[in-house]
């Protein structure tokens, strides 16, 4: 893999105009003192923003998070908040509000006793405190449940109380740990619209932090994609989807095909690749460099056209049917292309769609600017 192409290779410069609410300069962490699970981090935060730190397991981005809330110390460099460094501040005096994938609520107190804790610490009066909650519990369509207990609420609602106790107290900054895992698939889906729409209304900075990729384009205004301790790359939601900057943000965000080769021919613009069962590729280049390069072209399946026109004329082939899926809006259809048996091309269930079989065979084809040629 070649090197991420990001803007996190040297720290980020002061600005007097718009400082952003939250700096990494140069952080690092170690638990061991010898691997470094988060390497030479900067990273900006604009304030109002919505960022989603995404990554798998151990990619450092729940990492960065705890070192932000103050939960865990940074091995070295420095994290700003408001311009104001916050390494050796207390996590209760950062002023961040946070919530967690567990709830963490209190068990024994009332859902408008939780919301009133964080009031309390902050020496509120009672009639501030009762405002609060009550807009807070109005944000997150609970009105009517302030006498309820933890309890007696279903997973979906704890999650909304969560929610309302982070923001109760007008943090400037809301952290979020995979606040939706423990939720099932539709009620995950319509969180994550709630908390999309609070963060607009009310314009809060938000860090997010989640592994499932679909949730972290559907709230986000940037994400940023975190392996092996590094971001590989920071981009707007659309960005990273369309326009991958090397061969891990393509296969990790949404589905990919994959097809191995050797640059044959390098121009600006484009670039022919000879894949491994001999077809050439005409593909955008992203992070190769010279011919005889090895490299992975980035495909995907629903920029794939079956049966092209000719306006198709660079990228065409022969594939055949391996298998289809019937999904609704459209058909995934598995098929044999240029030597691979796990090409995946998304198919609209539209007039003739239906006439495609297993088995048979057909001619595909993709515009060059559709493929994209990756540093393997």
Known sequence: MGEPQTQTNQP?????????????????????????????????????????????????????????????PATSGEIYLNSQPINNVAPHKRGIGMVFQNYALFPHMSVAENLAFPLEVRGMSSSERKDRIKKALGMVQLEDFGNRRPAQLSGGQQQRVAVARALVFDPDLVLMDEPLGALDKNLREQMQYEIKHIHEQLGVTVVYVTHDQSEALTMSNRIAVFNDGVIQQLAPPADLYERPENAFVAQFIGENNRLSGVIDDLQRDECTVRVDDGSMVTALPIDVSSTGQRCTLSLRPERVIVTPSNDVSKNRFSARVEELIYLGDHIRARMLVCGNDEFVVKIPNSAGSSRIQEGSELSIGWLVEDCRALAS
């Open 12 to 72: 980020p410069a002061a600005s007097s105009a718009s400082e952003p609410l939250v700096r990494f300069a140069n952080v690092q962490k170690s638990y061991d003192g010898e691997i470094l699970v988060v390497k030479d981090l900067n990273l900006d935060v604009e304030k109002g923003e919505f960022l989603t730190m995404l990554g798998p397991s151990g990619s450092g981005k729940t990492t960065c998070l705890m070192m932000l809330a103050g939960f865990e």
